[in-house]
């Protein structure tokens, strides 16, 4: 079985941090975070390929956004900080064979997403 596993989410003020988890089960996998705000399509956030460097596919995060990898216990985070109240969204970690990294329509296997909700 494929599909990640995620874990983590919840609220946070404005200006905090939270950190997401994904439980990857195919470390030959391209993984990457999206997030999804109601009335809009899922976003690729960040992505990266084994044995690769981080790839930030979204402007509005880069500076506060970074995806630690844990290869031992095939986990990718995604450690946030800074956060706005527009990065309200459902989180999403995805993974697939993919070329284009920040091609959101690549990734094959879905974990079934967290909430994080920043108040103002």
């Known amino acids: 079985q494929a599909q990640p596993v995620e874990s983590g989410g919840g609220s946070v003020e404005a200006g905090g941090s939270m950190s997401l988890a994904c439980l990857r089960s195919?470390?030959?996998?391209?993984t990457a975070w999206f997030r999804r705000v109601p009335g809009k399509g899922r976003e690729v956030i960040a992505s990266?390929?084994?044995?690769?460097?981080?790839?930030y596919c979204d402007d509005s995060v880069k500076g506060r956004f970074t995806i630690p990898r844990d290869n031992a216990k095939n986990m990718i985070y995604l450690q946030m900080d800074n956060l706005k109240p527009e990065d309200t969204a459902m989180y999403y970690c995805?993974?697939?064979?993919?070329?284009?990294?920040?091609?959101?329509?690549?990734?094959?296997?879905w974990g079934q997403g967290t909430q994080v909700t920043v108040s103002s």
């Open positions: 195919g470390t030959a996998y391209t």
């Open positions: 990266i390929m084994l044995g690769g460097a981080p790839v």
């Open positions: 995805a993974a697939g064979a993919v070329r284009q990294q920040c091609l959101g329509s690549e990734y094959r296997f």
